[in-house]
C-alpha cells in the first residue's frame, strides 16, 4: 500500500507515558505495555488504530477491563479499538514475540546470543501494538527481565533507576527516559558484554558516564570510538553551543545489523563494523567511517532526538541535517577539502544514479510503500547538500543564528522541513525565494554556463542556464535557487578582487563592509540569467561553483586550456580537483568512443604530465595529491553516457591507469618509497594522508605486468604493520590473476580467519574483482564456512561487493544478473531490508543495451513473480521495470 505526504493527518490520540515491561525467554518474549493515553485536538470519538505486526496478543485491557469481544478487532497489521473511552484512559496490552527467530533484524531480535533491537522507522510495532509513528512523543520507562548468567547486562534508554535479583537466577533493571520520544528510538539491550568506560564533563558542568559495550574479547577495539565520541561530543558544544542532557551515554556494538549505526536516546546501536578497530585490524578508511558515524549518531541527540520528524516523508530534516553536521565535524577533525571530495564523489557516484533513474525521489519524497526503501542517498547525501546551501547562503553565524531559532521554537516537538526552512530565513531575515523547491523536485539540475569577456568595457559576463530533467511523476520543473560560488583568476593565477555586479539590469554590490571580495555567491533563480561583472582587467579564468556549492551537473564553456590552469593555480582547492576530474572525465569519454570504435587507444601527454606535476608537487597535502591522481569511478563515467557500456568504461579506464603508471613508474616508486614508515600507527590527518598517497601511488604500479612491482608489493605486504599497509598491498596484488594471487589470499585469510570484520575485507575484496567470470568464484564463496545469508555484513560485503565490478555484474551472458535474482530471492525469505538493497542494483537496467536489458528485465520479472514477495523488494523492482 502506497502512503502519501498530502493525506497527512495529525493524529486523533495521543500517548502520554509508556511503561513497557519485557520478560526476556529463550523461547518466547513476553511485552507487556501500559499506556496513558488522552485525545488530540478535542475529544475525537474515532477508532484507535495500533499498529502490531508479527506480535500474539495475550490480553488487553482498557482502564482496567478487558473490552467485549465486538469492541475490538486484531488484523495481521493493527489492533482496532473502535471507540474508545473519550478522555484520558489507560491501555494494557500484553503480547507475546519470538525474537531468537527474527532475522529481519527489525523490531526485537537475537544477534550472537545477545537480545538487541532497531525500531526506525517502523520496528517498534513488532515488539507491541502502538501508534508507530514519529509525531506520537511519549515518556517511556521500561522494566527488564532476564536470566542472569546469560543476560547479565540490561540497557534501555535514559536512566537505570533501580535493579535487582529475582528467584530463579533472573535479575531485572528499570529505566527511565525523562524525555519525550517518538517509538523509533526505543531500545533494549540485554546478553553478555562489557564496556569500556570514559567520562565527559559538559561546558556546564555536567559529568557525564561514557560506555561502549562489546563482548569482552573486543573491548581493546573501542579505543577509537571512545576518543571519537568525545572528539564529537566536545565539537558540537564548540560549533553548534548544544550539549548532551543525561548523565549516561550509551553505545553497544552488534555484528548483525541491517545498517550502520542507530541514535535511540542515550542507547546508540552501532553495527560492530563503525566501532571496532585497532591499527592490526581496520584501515585508514574505518576509522574515518568510526569518527563520522560516531559523530552522526551523537548528533542526533539534537536533530534528530529533541527535534524529531513529523512523519517519515520528513526524514530528511533529521538525517540531511545530521549528514551534514558529520560532515563538518570530520572536516574540522582532519583535511576540510579532501573531506569535501570524498562527500562530491559519494554523491555523484552514487546519487546522481539514482536522482536520474526510476527511484529518483526528492529529498523529501511524496510517496512510499515501504519507509526503509527512502533511507537513500538522496535523502542522506543530497538532503545534507541542501543544508550545506543555508550555510553558503547565509554564512557561517547566520547558519547558526538559524539553528539557534531552530531550537529555541521546536524543542520535545516533532516537526517538518518548512519548520527548519522558516527558522533559517527568520533568524536571518532573509529572502529564500524559490529555495523549498530542493526538498519537492527531484532530478539533479543542469546548469550551463557560457562566458565573454569584452575588453574595451572591461565587463566579463556568465550566463547561466538551467534545467531539472524530468522523474517519475515529475515531468515539469521549476527552475531552482542554485547559489553559485564564484572566482576569477587572473592570469597571474590569484583571485580578482570583485567588488560589484551587473544583474538584472542593476548594479549590486557585493563587496563586504566595503571591501572587495574573492568569491562571491551568486543567486541563481531563473531559467536563464545573466550576471556581468564590471572592471575586469583582463580576460579571467572563471573558478564556478567553488565548494561545489550547489549539488547540480554543471557544463561550461571553459577550454582544456582553461581547465589545467584551474588544476594548477585556482585558491579553491576543491575547485583543482575538479578541474582535473572534469579533464579526465572528458578524456574518458572520448577513449571510450574510440574504444567503441575499434580504434587503437592512445593518452594524450598534456593528462600524464598533467598528473605528474600535481604527484611531484611536495607542497601538496599528500592526500589531496591522492584525491587529485585519482580518475572518476567506473560509476561515474557510465552515469554521463547515453548508453553506459561496461566493458568499454573499465577498458578505458583501466588502459589510462596502466599508462599513467608506466609513464610515472618512476615518481610511483619513489612515492611508496618515501611515504614508507615504520613508526606505530597513528591515525591523524599527516600520516593517514602519507599512507593514502603511498598506498595509492601502489595501485597503479599494481597495474603493470612487471615482476619488480609483484616483488615491491609482496615486501609491502609482509613487512606492513598495520591493516591499512597490508590491504593495499593485497590490494595491488589482487589485479592479476594467477598464482601469486590465490596464494596471497589464503595467506590473508589464515592469517584472520578469526576476526570476522577482516574477513569481510577479504570476501568484498574477491567479490569486487573485475577478473573475468568471477561470478563462478563469487558463487563458491557462498558455501565458504566464512559466509553466512543472515549477517547483512557478509551479504553486503559478498554480494553487494559482486554488483560493484560493472564489468562482472553487467556480463553480457547475464550470469551477473542471474546470481543477483537468485539471491535475492533467497535473502527476501530472512531480511527484506537486506534483499531490497540488493535488488536496487538492477534499477538503472534501462541504461544499458537492449541485450543486457532483456537480460536484467527477466531477473526483476523473476523476482516480482515470487511468492510472498516483501513489500521492500517489491517496490524496488516493480518501480525499476515500470519506469
Ligand atoms: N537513523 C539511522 C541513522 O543514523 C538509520 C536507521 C535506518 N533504518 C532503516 N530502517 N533503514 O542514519
Ligand atoms: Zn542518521
Not at 1 to 21: A, G, N, R
Not at 425 to 449: C, E, H, I, K
Not at 475 to 494: D, H, Q, R, Y
Request: aromatic share 10%; charged share 25%; with cysteine.
Amino acid at each position: 500500500k502506497e502512503i502519501f505526504l498530502k493525506d497527512y493527518k495529525q493524529p486523533d490520540y495521543l500517548f502520554e507515558t509508556v511503561h513497557l515491561k519485557f520478560t526476556l525467554g529463550e523461547e518466547k518474549t513476553i511485552v507487556s505495555s501500559k499506556i496513558v493515553v488522552y485525545p488530540g485536538l478535542e475529544g475525537s470519538s474515532s477508532p484507535l488504530v495500533l499498529d502490531g505486526v508479527d506480535l500474539k496478543l495475550i490480553s488487553l485491557k482498557v482502564d482496567g477491563k478487558e473490552p467485549k469481544e465486538d469492541d475490538f478487532c486484531v488484523d495481521s497489521r493493527h489492533l482496532t479499538l473502535y471507540s474508545p473511552p473519550s478522555g484520558k484512559f489507560t491501555l494494557d496490552i500484553v503480547t507475546e514475540i519470538y525474537p531468537q527467530k527474527n532475522t529481519s533484524l527489525e523490531g526485537l531480535y537475537k544477534s550472537s546470543g545477545n537480545f538487541c533491537t532497531q525500531c526506525e522507522a517502523e520496528g517498534f510495532r513488532k515488539i507491541t501494538f502502538y501508534q508507530d509513528r514519529p509525531d506520537i512523543m511519549a515518556k517511556y520507562t521500561c522494566h527488564i527481565e532476564a536470566d542472569k548468567s546469560l543476560y547479565p547486562v540490561l540497557l534501555s534508554n535514559g536512566n537505570l533507576i533501580e535493579q535487582g535479583e529475582m528467584e530463579g537466577n533472573k535479575h531485572y533493571a528499570i529505566w527511565e527516559d525523562p524525555f519525550v520520544k517518538p517509538s523509533y528510538l526505543f531500545a533494549l539491550v540485554a546478553g553478555q558484554l562489557e564496556s569500556r568506560d570514559d567520562t565527559f564533563i559538559t561546558r556546564s558542568g555536567r559529568k557525564v558516564s561514557l560506555r561502549i559495550w562489546t563482548p569482552a574479547q573486543d573491548l581493546p577495539k573501542t579505543v577509537h570510538a571512545m576518543y571519537s565520541l568525545k572528539a564529537a561530543m566536545k565539537w558540537d558544544e564548540d560549533v553548534f553551543g548544544l550539549e548532551y542532557d543525561l548523565d549516561l551515554f550509551n553505545i553497544v556494538a552488534v555484528p548483525d545489523f541491517n545498517m550502520g549505526a542507530m541514535e535511540n536516546k542515550s542507547l546508540n546501536i552501532f553495527n560492530s563494523k563503525l566501532v571496532l578497530a585497532s591499527p592490526e585490524t581496520a584501515t585508514d578508511a574505518d576509522y574515518a567511517a568510526i569518527l563520522g558515524v560516531i559523530g552522526h549518531e551523537y548528533f542526533h541527540n539534537w536533530t534528530g532526538n529533541r527535534v524529531t520528524c513529523r512523519d517519515w516523508f520528513q526524514l530528511s530534516l533529521k538525517e540531511g541535517l545530521t549528514v551534514f553536521r558529520d560532515q563538518e565535524f570530520s572536516s574540522d577533525m582532519g583535511s576540510r577539502t579532501v573531506k569535501r571530495i570524498a562527500d562530491v564523489s559519494t554523491l555523484r557516484t552514487y546519487q546522481f544514479p539514482q536522482d536520474a533513474g526510476p527511484m529518483a525521489h526528492p529529498v523529501r519524497p511524496h510517496s512510499y510503500i515501504k519507509m526503509d526503501n527512502f533511507y537513500t542517498v538522496t535523502v542522506y547525501e543530497k538532503g545534507a547538500e541542501v543544508v550545506r546551501m543555508y550555510k553558503t547562503l547565509l554564512g557561517a553565524s547566520g547558519f547558526r543564528k538559524g539553528m539557534d531559532l531552530y531550537f529555541e521554537r521546536h524543542d520535545g516537538q516533532a516537526v517538518t522541513c518548512e519548520d527548519f526552512f522558516a527558522a533559517m530565513r527568520d533568524a536571518n531575515g532573509a529572502d529564500m525565494s524559490n529555495f523549498l523547491l530542493w526538498y519537492s523536485q527531484a532530478g539533479t539540475p543542469r546548469l550551463n554556463v557560457v562566458s565573454a569577456y569584452d575588453a574595451q568595457a572591461k565587463t566579463f559576463s556568465l550566463k547561466f542556464s538551467q534545467e531539472v530533467p524530468p522523474s517519475p511523476g515529475q515531468l515539469v520543473k521549476e527552475p531552482m535557487f542554485i547559489p553559485v560560488a564564484l572566482g576569477l583568476l587572473g592570469s597571474n593565477g590569484k583571485d580578482m578582487p570583485l567588488s560589484s555586479v551587473y544583474h538584472d539590469g542593476k548594479l549590486e554590490s557585493i563587496a563586504i563592509n566595503g571591501q572587495p571580495v574573492h568569491t562571491t555567491v551568486l543567486r541563481v533563480t531563473k531559467k536563464e540569467e545573466e550576471f556581468v561583472f564590471t572592471d575586469i582587467p583582463e580576460r579571467p579564468v572563471p573558478s564556478i561553483l567553488r565548494g561545489y556549492s550547489a549539488p547540480v551537473r554543471m557544463d561550461s564553456d571553459l577550454t582544456d586550456a582553461d581547465l589545467y590552469f584551474l588544476l594548477a593555480n585556482d585558491s579553491d582547492e576543491f575547485n583543482r580537483w575538479e578541474a582535473g576530474q572534469v579533464l579526465a572525465r572528458k578524456l574518458m569519454l572520448s577513449l571510450v568512443a574510440d574504444f567503441q570504435q575499434n580504434k587503437p587507444l592512445t593518452l594524450n601527454s598534456q593528462f600524464l604530465h598533467g598528473i605528474r606535476s600535481i604527484l611531484c608537487d611536495l607542497s601538496l597535502d599528500k592526500e589531496f595529491i591522492g584525491k587529485a591522481i585519482t580518475l572518476p569511478t567506473e560509476a561515474e563515467i557510465m552515469d554521463i553516457m547515453e548508453v553506459a557500456d561496461p566493458d568499454a568504461v573499465h577498458a578505458v579506464r583501466t588502459f589510462i591507469r596502466k599508462e599513467l603508471a608506466s609513464g610515472l613508474k618512476q615518481e610511483l616508486l619513489d612515492t611508496v618509497k618515501s611515504n614508507r614508515s615504520s613508526e606505530e600507527y597513528v591515525f591523524n590527518h599527516l600520516n593517514m594522508a602519507r599512507r593514502a598517497l603511498k598506498n595509492i601511488a601502489l595501485a597503479y604500479l599494481g597495474s603493470l605486468d612487471d615482476p619488480e612491482i609483484t616483488e615491491l608489493a609482496l615486501h609491502e605486504y609482509s613487512t606492513a604493520t598495520n591493516m591499512t599497509d597490508q590491504f593495499a598491498a593485497l590490494v595491488a596484488l589482487d589485479q592479476k590473476p594467477g598464482k601469486t594471487r590465490d596464494d596471497i589470499l589464503a595467506d590473508f585469510y589464515n592469517k584472520w580467519q578469526h576476526d570476522f570484520l577482516v574477513v569481510n575485507k577479504w570476501l568484498a575484496l574477491q567479490a569486487m574483482a573485475d577478473i573475468p567470470g568471477n561470478v563462478e568464484n563469487v558463487r563458491k564463496l557462498l558455501d565458504h564456512p566464512a559466509f553466512d545469508l543472515r549477517n547483512p555484513n557478509k551479504v553486503y560485503a559478498l554480494v553487494g561487493g559482486f554488483c560493484r565490478s560493472p564489468v562482472n555484474f553487467h556480463a553480457k551472458d547475464g550470469s551477473g544478473y542471474k546470481f543477483l535474482g537468485e539471491m535475492v530471492v533467497q535473502l527476501d525469505k530472512l531480511n527484506p531490508q537486506v534483499a531490497s538493497r540488493m535488488v536496487s542494483s538492477f534499477s538503472r537496467w534501462k541504461r544499458y543495451d537492449e541485450t543486457r536489458q532483456n537480460l536484467a528485465k527477466a531477473q526483476l520479472e523473476m523476482i516480482l513473480a515470487a511468492n510472498g514477495l516483501s513489500e521492500n523488494v517489491f517496490e524496488i523492482a516493480s518501480k525499476s521495470l515500470s519506469a
